[in-house]
Each structure stands twice: as C-alpha cells, then as structure tokens.
C-alpha cells in the first residue's frame, strides 16, 4: 500500500517573488498555486471596455484602475487573485504588484471560470473591507450581475439585462456607465 504525498504548499513571498519571473500568471491561495487560463475576444473586449469606462472617470484623480494582470490580495485567507478589471480609490492602497483595499472588482464570466468568480471568489473578496461592489459581466449574453455592499454592510444583488446603467460610488468618484458601454465592438449570439 502506498501513502499518498502530502500537497506541496509555498509561502506567500515565494509565491510573488516566482510570478515576477513566470511567463504565465498563477492565483495563490493559501500556499498553492493555480496557473490562469487564457481568455477569448469578447472576454477580453468586455474587460476592456469596463477598464476603458473606468479609466475615463479615475483621469486627474488618485483611484487607480488595473486589467487583467495587477492581483488582488486577501490577506485574512492568504490568497492572491487576479480579476479582470479593479479599481482602488485608497491613497495608501500603493504596493506595485498588488492591490490590498479594492472598491470594484469586476469579473468576466467564463465556462471555465464561471464557477470559481461565482462562489469562491465571491465569498473571498467579500472579506475586504473596502470592497463595495463586485461586478459579474456575461459573455455569452447582455447580462450584468452586481453584488453591492450598502452602508450597514450587507450585501445586495442586482441583475441587469439588454439593457440599463450602473451607479458606482468610489469616493471621490462618482461613476456611472451603460450595458451598452460594457457590451460595446462585442458580437453576441
């Protein structure tokens, strides 16, 4: 009978010292490591026009707004995410390769990634305290998801469909943008 090896963990330094090296990007938590996997056109038209739509608002401000290669950090569970788009309005949120106090994370739905922003990260990133809205952005249809946290900090959920405009407050920000700006250059079924 054989005894099955224990799984390999890394430190968190490790981790991030190996990903400045690495031609892939990895997710970390908890001591292991997850490689990414790559994204389609509408994907990546989607994540850049909620990066575009962001970025036009953050111009002459401190808020930063980061696509697809800048992680997230969760330190209460130790896990570093990538999102496809977050925007930080904290003037001390300043590390060079990772964001601590997010106010919008956006994720863009894929098949194989549905799952995971679904539930895991959905429940990981609520542990940050500065997160207020957690964005889902379908790529197979004009649907929207947006998981908000109101000023008692409970957390409400809103589905937009063909259609609508979303209100974002990242103080000093003030942000609002359309369906149609998310889904705009995309070609849907």
């Not at 896990?79 to 390769?97: E, G, Q, S």
């Not at 739905?109 to 895991?120: A, F, I, Q, W, Y």
């Amino acid at each position: 009978m054989s005894i099955p090896n224990a799984i390999e963990t890394i430190t968190a330094d490790e981790y991030l010292t190996g990903e400045q090296l690495s031609s892939i990007r990895h997710e970390y938590i908890a001591g292991q490591v997850f490689a990414m996997a790559g994204v389609s056109e509408k994907h990546n038209r989607i994540a850049g026009n909620v990066f575009f739509h962001l970025r036009a608002a953050t111009r002459g401000t401190h808020c930063g707004v980061f696509m697809g290669d800048m992680k997230v950090h969760i330190a209460t569970s130790e896990i570093f995410y990538y999102p496809d788009v977050v925007l930080t309005c904290d003037a001390d949120d300043r590390k060079p390769f990772y964001k601590t106090a997010p106010c919008l994370i956006a994720e863009v739905l894929s098949p194989s990634t549905e799952l995971t922003d679904r539930r895991e990260k959905l429940a990981n990133y609520r542990m940050l305290p500065s997160l207020r809205y957690y964005l889902l952005v379908d790529q197979t249809q004009q649907k929207v998801e947006l998981y908000q946290r109101n000023e008692v900090g409970q957390w409400l959920y809103s589905c937009y469909e063909d259609a609508g405009e979303l209100h974002f407050d990242c103080p000093p920000l003030q942000l609002q943008f359309t369906l149609a700006d998310l889904y705009e250059d995309v070609v849907l079924p």
